[in-house]
Nanobody
Framework: QVQLVESGGGLVQPGGSLRLSCAASGGVFSTMGWYRQVPGKPRELVGTISSSGVTNYADSVKDRFTISRDNAKNTVALQMNSLKPEDTAIYYC????????????WGQGTQVTVSS
């Protein structure tokens, strides 16, 4: 029933910007956010945002990335500025439902490559 559709990944030069979007449907979501993963490494937090707008970021992106959500449309976005080669990864949308039996859901992932 819950479905996530991610978009916005691609190739960008160092110092450039990119915006990722995730459209969620089929539920009411307490927390929405983004994680990223590179081959051979565990998936790591990028940022999350609660239904009330409280945000949490990894230190490595805190001064460069901004997460936002539209509660009416059930979408979450990640604005990525001043991109560095070390930001290259597969980025995954993640949401948590607000039901009594809350669950976590993951998107399929979208590739972000930062290279000259």
């Amino acid at each position: 029933q819950v479905q996530l559709v991610e978009s916005g990944g691609g190739l960008v030069q160092p110092g450039g910007s990119l915006r990722l979007s995730c459209a969620a449907s089929g539920g009411v979501f307490s927390t929405m956010g983004w994680y990223r993963q590179v081959p051979g490494k565990p998936r790591e937090l990028v940022g999350t945002i609660s239904s009330s707008g409280v945000t949490n970021y990894a230190d490595s992106v805190k001064d460069r990335f901004t997460i936002s959500r539209d509660n009416a449309k059930n979408t979450v976005a990640l604005q990525m500025n001043s991109l560095k080669p070390e930001d290259t990864a597969i980025y995954y949308c993640n949401v948590k439902t607000s039901a009594w039996n809350s669950r976590l859901y993951w998107g399929q992932g979208t590739q972000v490559t930062v290279s000259s």
